[in-house]
């Protein structure tokens, strides 16, 4: 489990959108994430980070 999230993690740093769907799958949050990343990359990384960790 805690492997998982550290996987999920690196992914995030590396590439935020793959990271998003991995753990949400397509919808807003994906959405959201894409632009981020495009415009904004770090904001994108905070996103897929925020997203992965709040539970």
């Not at 489990?1 to 753990?23: E, R, S």
Request: glycine share 6%.
């Amino acid at each position: 489990m805690i492997m998982n999230k550290l996987l999920h993690i690196i992914i995030a740093l590396l590439l935020p959108p793959v990271a998003v769907f991995l753990k949400s799958g397509v919808g807003k949050d994906l959405l959201i994430n894409i632009i981020l990343c495009i415009f904004f990359y770090i904001p994108g990384i905070l996103h897929a980070l925020w997203l992965i960790t709040k539970e």
